[in-house]
Every structure is written in C-alpha cells, then in structure tokens.
C-alpha cells in the first residue's frame, strides 16, 4: 500500500531565529503518524515572501498533504495568505462571513476591532475556510496540483483546537488511511548497543522495520508492522524478540493503545496485590519519591540526612556490609510504618565524592518484601542529576522486577 505524504511547513522569523521552539511541528507530526501519513519533511521559513513561494510550489510537487502554521496574523510580518494568493494564483478576496466572525470575537470580549485586523478576513479565491472560534485568524486549506494545503494559525492552542474540530476529520475522509502497527518493547537497565548486539542474530520479517529510542530512563525498540500483518505471527515475532532481550523488558505498548511508563507499570502491580511500601533514598536524593507520586500505596520517610550520617560514620563499602545495614534499617521501618514492602537505597563512600563528577559511586538498593530480601547494585559516574537519576531508576527497577517476578 502507498502511505499518503505530509510536510510540516512552519511560518515565522521567531521559529527560524530560535526565538520559540517549534512546537506545533512535534505535536503535528504525531498526529498524522497515528493517522496513517508518513511525514517526510519539516520546513520552516521567515518572513520573507519569495522564500513561501517558492517554497510552496515545491511542496505542490512532492506532498500528498501539507499543513502549513503561523503567518495568518494581521501585522505586515504575517505574508501566508498572500504568499499563497501569489503562489497559486488566487488573488486575495474579503470573506465576508470571516469578518463577521473576527468583529464578533472582539466584541464578545468587550473590545473594539482594530482596522489591521480586517486583513485576517482577506483569503484567497476559492479556498475553504477553517472557522477559529478560539482567535481572529480562519484557517482555510485548498488543493494546487498532487498537494492538499491547511492553513493554520501558529497559536498552538488554536492551532490544536482546529486540528481536533474541523481538519482531522477532513483529513480521514479525504485521503485512504491504514494506520501500521507499532509496537515498542521498553527496557530499562540496558544500553542500546547491548540490546543491538542481542538482536543481531534475530530474524525479523523483511516487512517488519526495527528501531531503537534511548532517554535517560529507558531504551526503547520499535518495531513497525504493516497494517495487514497477521496478528497472530505478529504476537508470535513480538513475544520472541522480548524473550531475546530478557528481564530488561518491563512493557510491551502497541500504537493505538494507552502508553505506559516505569511508574505505571509499577503503579498497577502495587494495586493488583494492595501492597504498600515506604522508600529510603538517598543517592536519589528524593527523586523516587518524586516519580512514584502516582503510586497509592507509596509511604514515604524522612530518614534522608539520617541515614547520610550513619553511612558516613559506618564507612562501609563492602556490598555484603551495605546489605546487613540496608536490611537492618528496612525491618527497623517496616515495623514502624507497617508497610508491606521497604526500599532503602544507599551508597558507598561520604557526600562530598557523590557530588564529585569525576568519581564513580556504587549504589545498593535492597527491597525487604513479605516474600524475602532482594537486592541490585550498579556503578555510576558523572554530574549529580545524572547520578541522582540512575539511582531512582534503578531502584525502581529493583521493584518492577520483583513485582513481575523477574527478581535478581
């Protein structure tokens, strides 16, 4: 099947100067992806007239769809809808229903219209107008040549409003859209150069396209099947490569269908069993706390500077000390709080060399669960916030894979 193609084209010196990060594209681009375009470009360009033009006549040439945002404001900067008169020989005429609508807008709002803002109601001959219930700038789309144009205001919350109310529909009566499945196996605890190298004898079908995504908080694959894919091989070739990758994966997330996350995850197991659990971090310095807001049985101490003396004064560094002091301290505060479960997090050596960047730091994290004591450990180096961070997420980590019963 032939995939209708979509260009993002971005109006407005601000967006090309650096002055406003592009928003609209990254949010449009999505959109059409989950509707079956395949967007193949962005572009964005000043305010500079011949440059639209020319532009415009090249995207008439090459896109199935364009979506064009900004430039519909009534300042002399604003040249979309006369470039487009020019470029397509559609000479601009006042739409008077547009008038009607800007005059109402300001009225609504207690205010008078200025003069300038006439110009938004001027359009080019023969477009279709996209009414803006929530600004003074109609929208309006037409076809020249292969290329079907919409014209949108670069005020993203008016932009998203017309998107949702008037063009997505359009857009799926318009144009024979089969959306293809993607499916992303999400990870965490593995690098994407481990996980490529552990896919490299896996045969995957030649329809099948195979990506990687890495955060700071996981590596995702991404495998893009057809539409017309047999869901059973599908399952089959999903749940095989997921075996391949091992206990690193913690979810499997198909387009089309809620998203989830690390703390999701975790966030459903706790109350599938109505578990509780209260959190000692200290490498994290509060970050895990912070990530598992969403989980309801989430108790949280304040042992933090507490603890960060006692390690100092222990001076342990041996994982085997660690774990005798982490497991001292889980069952001192499982009786104190009565949770099911205790995650106490520590480190090796004082704060001063964890805040080093230069220095690496082994982190321990020890779970006591009514079910037995479970324990992970990892090195790390570099600024704080990265430290901090790999300590949430891998104590977390500890977490989700005892829930799930992939324990260490």
């Not at 592009?22 to 000043?46: C, I, K, P, Y």
């Not at 279709?128 to 205001?153: E, H, M, S």
């Not at 109310?165 to 959306?179: G, S, V």
Request: hydrophobic content about 40%; charged content about 25%.
């Amino acid at each position: 099947m032939n995939y209708p193609t979509a260009e993002i084209f971005s109006q407005g010196e601000e967006v090309v100067t650096g002055q406003v990060t592009d928003t609209n594209a990254a949010w449009l681009s999505q959109e059409l992806v989950q509707m079956g375009f395949v967007v193949s470009r962005h572009t964005a360009v000043g305010d500079k007239l011949a440059d639209l033009i020319g532009l415009l006549g090249d995207i008439s040439e090459r896109a199935d769809l364009c979506i064009c945002t900004g430039g519909l404001g009534p300042t002399v900067d604003d040249l979309t809808a006369e470039a487009v008169a020019q470029a397509f020989s559609k000479p601009l005429k006042l739409d008077e229903t547009a008038l009607e609508q800007i005059e109402h807008y300001f009225a609504c709002r207690n205010r008078k219209m200025a003069e300038i803002n006439r110009k938004q109601a001027y359009l080019p001959k023969g477009v279709v107008r996209i009414d803006n219930a929530w600004g003074t700038a109609p929208g309006f789309a037409l076809q020249y040549k292969k290329c079907w144009f919409v014209f949108v205001p670069g005020v993203p919350t008016e932009m998203k409003h017309l998107f949702n109310e008037h063009i997505k529909t359009d857009l799926k009566a318009r144009f024979k859209l089969q959306l293809d499945i993607l499916i992303t196996i999400k990870t965490v605890g593995i690098g994407e150069s481990e996980l490529q190298q552990k896919l490299n004898d896996f045969e995957l079908p030649d329809s099948v396209q195979l990506s990687f995504r890495a955060s700071t908080d996981e590596v995702q694959t991404k495998l893009l099947f057809p539409a017309n894919s047999d869901a059973i091989e599908r399952k089959q070739c999903i749940n095989q490569l997921a075996d391949v990758i091992g206990d690193s994966v913690y979810a499997i997330d198909e387009s089309g269908k809620p998203k989830t996350n690390l703390v999701s995850v975790i966030n459903q197991l706790m109350n599938d069993n109505s578990y509780t659990l209260s959190v000692i971090e200290t490498a994290s310095c509060g970050l895990i706390s912070s990530k598992c807001i969403a989980l309801d049985g989430l108790q949280q101490s304040h042992y933090v500077q507490r603890l960060n003396l006692l390690l100092t004064e222990l001076n342990v560094a041996k994982l085997d000390d660690l774990t005798k002091v982490a497991v001292a301290i889980s069952k001192k505060i499982k009786q104190q709080y009565n949770t099911d479960m205790v995650l106490v997090q520590l480190y090796s050596g004082d704060k001063k060399q964890f805040e080093d960047k230069e220095r690496c730091i082994t982190l321990y994290n020890v779970l006591l669960t009514p079910h037995g004591v479970y324990q992970n450990d990892c090195t790390v180096s570099g600024p704080l916030t990265r430290k901090q961070n790999h300590a949430a997420i891998r104590a977390l980590d500890l977490l989700r894979r005892v829930l799930q019963n992939k324990c260490l």
